[in-house]
């Protein structure tokens, strides 16, 4: 007989973990998850994959919030605006700033801990994170982002998490790998598959590449790109344990 395998035991402290799509989160959990559906992680956390963008980010957030978590966590990939990030380095900024210019804080000692664990053992980045409100696909959209903000990164989903956490009274943390590279435009191939959840849809992308198969090389140097930031996340998640470092009243270190 076939031995069933028994769901994660819900942890004493569920944090609501928040992915913009379900294959970054194959970096918490074996199997992909639809979008927009609430599963556990390995160690039992609600996790939802958002779809891309401040609005599906904010649903999602407010659905984490009606599970009674004690914390909600922005994890997934951004996109540098500097050259010194790498895919693979890791984001874990001390201030995000909103495309409306508010600024939000995450938790201090639940970013204190978090980059404790990570100290020398990752690539990390603390600097400022930059919303956006659509894909920033051009090198010259990066360079623009980059001087209105002096931010070193941008993703679309962190700073709506924060402002859900705000209005709730919860603390919040974001964790985000770079996913690509300064000097790379996002293939069109890609841009012309997504969906409106961000999402590459595989047959339109595959049908564009036929026709366009030059676009090749960009799209090996993104795929290969994603899968440093997949590696960075993993590591950051066996370096932060079962609670992602969520401060406790009793810490053990």
């Known amino acids: 007989m076939k031995k069933l395998r028994a ?29 927009g559906r609430l599963v556990r992680t390995g160690d039992g ?10 609005d599906h980010a904010r649903r999602a957030a ?26 693979g380095y890791l984001v874990i900024p001390q201030t995000l700033l909103g495309a409306d210019g508010e600024r939000f804080a995450p938790d201090p000692a639940w970013h204190e801990r978090f980059a ?3 100290d020398k053992k990752l690539s990390t980045s603390t600097d400022l994170l930059a919303e956006s409100a659509h894909v920033v696909a051009t090198v010259a959209a990066k360079q623009a982002l980059r001087a209105a903000t002096q ?5 679309m989903e962190s700073a709506a998490l924060a402002r859900v956490a705000r209005e709730h009274g919860l603390p919040f943390l974001v964790v985000r790998a ?76």
């Open 178 to 253: 770079i996913a690509d590279h300064w000097t790379l435009d996002m293939p069109k191939a890609v841009t012309f598959a997504l969906n409106r959840r961000g999402e590459v849809r595989l047959l339109w992308l595959l049908a564009y590449t036929l026709v366009h198969p030059g676009q090749v090389p960009q799209l090996v140097a993104l795929g290969r790109a994603f899968e440093s930031a997949l590696q960075a996340l993993r590591a950051a998640k066996a370096h932060s344990g079962a609670d992602f470092c969520f401060p406790t009243p009793n810490p053990d270190f």
């Open 62 to 87: 407010l659905r984490l919030v009606q599970q009674g978590v004690s914390g909600l966590m922005s994890w997934g990939c951004a996109g540098a605006l500097v050259p010194g990030l790498q895919p």
């Open 45 to 54: 956390h609600h996790l939802i994959a958002s779809g891309a963008g401040p």
């Open 7 to 35: 769901r994660p035991k819900p942890p004493h402290n569920p944090i609501g973990v928040l992915v913009a799509l379900p294959d970054e989160a194959q970096s918490l959990r074996r199997f992909k998850p639809g979008c």
């Open 116 to 118: 404790w664990a990570l």
């Open 151 to 155: 931010a070193t990164a941008v993703d």
